[in-house]
């Protein structure tokens, strides 16, 4: 109804846009037409126009914005995508939905999203679904390589749509998992410390051996599975 009347709509959508952004809720806003106009009579629309109007409004605005993103990720992707890292640690909120994000690195060093998602549960079709999804987003292009956690159903999710992909597990959280397991050993301290240096001082497959095989022969653990 307030596209209806250009005269008035102009001024009405401005004034209703500026309320809006002021915390102003609707019910204020049509009240102060309605002591401009002098009474419900004089308006040419109701309250429910009001809030129609907002939320169109606020539709349309978030809309652009997520357009504007979404153009930002898939050129992203095709200058970073090579390798990417995707998480679901951020898991926990009132309304127990799984926020898994889509991560890359510029040419600067520094994380860039290249998509993100909300999920009931960590299910297999829900990955399958996700990944399908995401793939089509970023014009089909596969990755050539992918990391996650140690979670089996994201593993038979990559297989399935991204099968040329190289799926690898992500270092970190392999890492954040050390403490809690060998917390129970003596000298776990030393230990963690000298498994750290392993992991991120081997550069190549032949040394990070060479190196762990003398870190489980010096803590006495080339037995322990």
């Known amino acids: 109804m307030l596209k209806q009347h250009r005269e008035l709509s102009m001024s009405i959508c401005r004034t209703i846009e500026n309320n809006e952004e002021a915390g102003i809720r609707p019910r204020k806003t049509y009240q102060s037409f309605v002591a401009a106009a002098g009474g419900h009579h004089e308006l040419n629309f109701i309250e429910k126009d009001v809030k129609n109007y ?3 409004e606020v539709r349309n605005v978030s809309e652009q914005e997520d357009a504007k993103e979404f153009g930002k990720s898939r050129a992203a992707f095709e200058y970073f995508g090579d390798v ?5 640690t951020y898991n926990t909120n009132r309304y127990n939905l799984v926020c898994g994000s889509f991560v890359g690195v510029n040419h600067h060093g520094q994380s860039t999203l290249l998509g993100c998602s909300l999920m ?11 990944f399908q999804c995401w793939l089509r987003c ?3 292009n596969a990755p050539k390589g992918f990391l996650t956690d140690q979670c089996a159903s994201m593993k038979r999710a990559l297989e399935a749509y991204m099968p040329t992909t190289i799926h690898r597990w992500c270092i970190w959280h392999i890492m954040k998992k050390i403490p809690r397991k060998l917390n ?3 000298g776990h301290a030393d230990i963690e410390q000298e498994m ?13 051996d060479r190196n762990w095989n003398d870190f489980l022969q010096s ?5 322990n599975k």
Request: no cysteine; proline share 0%; net charge negative.
């Open 219 to 223: 803590f006495g653990l080339a037995d």
């Open 184 to 186: 129970g050993y003596k």
């Open 120 to 130: 009931k549960n960590e299910e297999i079709e829900s990955f399958k679904w996700l």
């Open 138 to 140: 970023m014009g089909g």
């Open 196 to 208: 750290s240096q392993v992991v991120w001082n081997s550069h190549n497959k032949d040394s990070f």
């Open 54 to 56: 907002i939320t169109r």
């Open 84 to 88: 990417i890292s995707f998480d679901t």
